[in-house]
């Protein structure tokens, strides 16, 4: 201020310092001359030699008045790893592009660059968050089940078949089905992801319905068949017993396919969700009809003979006399046996309400994510990192815990718009842990809850993410009030937490504060400035400059460009 410069005159100076312009080019005889002016460099002493003004004819430059070093941004977050600070580095793939491809590749690529890192004393947690992991646990659940449900399904065909040549053509249904499916789900520019290999396992039990029929009126023909005076060809009977039973298994897989339509086009959120497990299912039942009605007789014809037929064993003739003295029960009382369903019907209705339900079901991936924000808005960066230490610290003394990290605040870039007081925990558990996953999450929640003045949600990586693209929150209820005064809404919040939070079954309750943060009000006085000769925007200007910084200009390094 011995100078009389003020801040503009100090900016104005150093936007000069840092001006990039074009000079365009000068032609000569035979050839045109591209003129390049200098690129501001990120260095301190150029601009610092930057000239202000003049005074008392000696030129005043910004080093006279001011202090020109590289400094670090504001901040807007920081990160934890394993309860130390670091960098965490978040990638995600193109759209469409194959999750486990993408991170295998990514993997190799950052195994090459380990050395070197090691070299510099970094230590690289490579999989924080990998959700490759999900799709890996997803094929091998699938993978699972395939194996459970061809061991029951091969042995309940051949316990009533008793005969394993049949038996193999109708299991043959599944693996013929689920492959036609894929195909066709790639055709239509679907991928195997979560949802549509629910639908593959959820069609895994309905798939071999309409090959067992076929099989079985099949043996049947080829039995009577050959204790005809005159045999009939082998093809021609195998042909009329396929569309002998053609309609009845035409409309029992229409009846099933029914059930999914209007999941399949449901315009809502949940509808769009789970539209590709619906989409899943009614192509693996519609090939399945497909194979029962072509491969299923093509296989018949190939390994089944007459005397492949076995009689039906003594207890399913026993089953069949009781099924059809049940039917011919109801036939002759139809009035009876339609008040007993109608009956039936209503006392399921009743009931239904009263059955614990949930929309979506609790994955168990092996990765929580910790919500956790202060009760008192505002709360420092430092003080969240404070926290998030001691909070990493205890949750690493779990023996099945892998990994942990948190993310406080918002990164510059980031999706997430927090303020320095929410943060989110991401914990990987150890692949090898026998720990019931239930009882980690529980675990987590106890850890949380001996910090006061915190509040925390314990959830999966799948729930947070599938409850924030459903209903925009990760919670599976949320309560929102409206209203014009903050501070009023803020005690209604409270007391409805307060409530709600005696619920029996009620966890991660949580409240969003509106209001209370901290503020430092800023008055000027308009006849005091007068006086000085200061206009407002030289005021704010000079606190917005002096507690946030002032952008004047960048500098560019290569294809990176700094802020000054």
Do not use: C
Not at 1 to 10: N, Q, R
Not at 98 to 117: G, K, W
Not at 507 to 518: C, E, H, L, N
Request: proline fraction near 4%; charged fraction near 15%.
């Amino acid at each position: 201020t011995s100078y009389g410069f003020t801040l503009t005159d100090l900016a104005d100076a150093a936007r000069q310092a840092l001006a990039l312009r074009g000079a365009g080019f000068v032609d000569v005889a035979h050839q045109r001359v591209l003129i390049q002016t200098p690129i501001p460099s990120p260095d301190p002493t150029a601009i610092a030699n930057a000239v202000v003004g003049v005074r008392n004819n000696i030129p005043i430059t910004i080093a006279d008045i001011a202090t020109v070093r590289q400094e670090r941004a504001l901040r807007s977050g920081d990160s934890l790893i394993m309860g130390r600070p670091g960098v965490l580095l978040s990638l995600a793939s193109q759209y469409g592009a194959n999750t486990l491809d993408t991170t295998r590749r990514l993997e190799a690529a950052l195994h090459d660059m380990l050395p070197a890192m090691k070299a510099q004393g970094i230590t690289v947690y490579p999989a924080l968050h990998r959700p490759a992991n999900f799709v890996e646990v997803a094929l091998h659940s699938l993978e699972h089940s395939l194996v459970i449900a061809a061991v029951l399904i091969l042995a309940v065909l051949y316990l009533f078949l008793r005969d394993w040549r049949s038996a193999f053509i109708t299991f043959l249904a599944i693996p013929l089905s689920l492959l036609a499916a894929a195909a066709l789900l790639d055709k239509m520019g679907n991928t195997l992801n979560t949802m549509t290999l629910g639908g593959f396992a959820v069609a895994l039990g309905v798939l071999v319905d309409d090959a067992i029929i076929g099989i079985e009126n099949i043996l049947r023909r080829l039995h009577e068949n050959a204790g005809a005076a005159i045999p009939r060809p082998r093809l021609s009977v195998i042909a009329e017993a396929t569309l002998e039973v053609r309609g009845p298994v035409i409309f029992a897989t229409l009846v099933v396919i029914a059930i999914f339509l209007p999941v399949l086009f449901s315009s809502s959120v949940q509808g769009h969700f789970l539209g590709p497990l619906a989409l899943a299912f009614i192509l693996a039942v519609l090939a399945s009809l497909l194979v029962a009605l072509t491969a299923t007789p093509a296989f018949a014809a190939l390994m089944l003979r007459a005397r492949d037929y076995r009689a039906d064993a003594a207890w399913i003739r026993k089953l069949k006399t009781w099924q059809a003295s049940a039917v011919e029960t109801a036939q002759r009382h139809l009035a009876v046996a339609g008040a007993v369903v109608a009956l039936a019907t209503v006392a399921a209705l009743v009931t239904l309400p009263f059955l614990p339900s949930s929309f979506m079901p609790d994955f168990r991936e092996g990765h929580f994510v910790m919500q956790v924000s202060s009760s008192v808005p505002g709360t420092s960066l430092d003080e969240m990192m404070a926290v998030g230490e001691r909070i990493s610290r205890d949750v690493l003394k779990l023996p099945y815990v892998a990994t942990i990290e948190q993310q406080i605040g918002r990164a510059q870039l980031g999706e997430d718009t927090w303020g320095t007081h929410q943060s989110e925990f991401h914990v990987e558990l150890k692949k090898d842990a026998t720990v019931d996953q239930a009882q980690a999450e529980q675990a987590l929640r106890d850890i949380l809850a001996h910090y006061p003045g915190l509040q925390s949600e314990v959830v999966t990586f799948l729930g947070d993410r599938i409850s924030e693209s459903l209903t925009g929150e990760t919670a599976d209820i949320a309560i929102k009030l409206f209203g014009n005064q903050l501070d009023a809404l803020d005690r209604a919040g409270h007391q409805v937490a307060a409530a709600i939070s005696a619920v029996p079954g009620v966890a991660d309750v949580q409240f969003g504060a509106q209001s209370a943060t901290p503020t430092f009000i800023l008055s000027l006085d308009p006849a005091a400035m007068a006086a000085s000769g200061l206009k407002t925007q030289d005021v704010l200007d000079a606190v917005g400059t002096d507690f946030s910084g002032l952008v004047v200009g960048q500098t560019y390094a290569g294809i990176r460009s700094v802020n000054v």
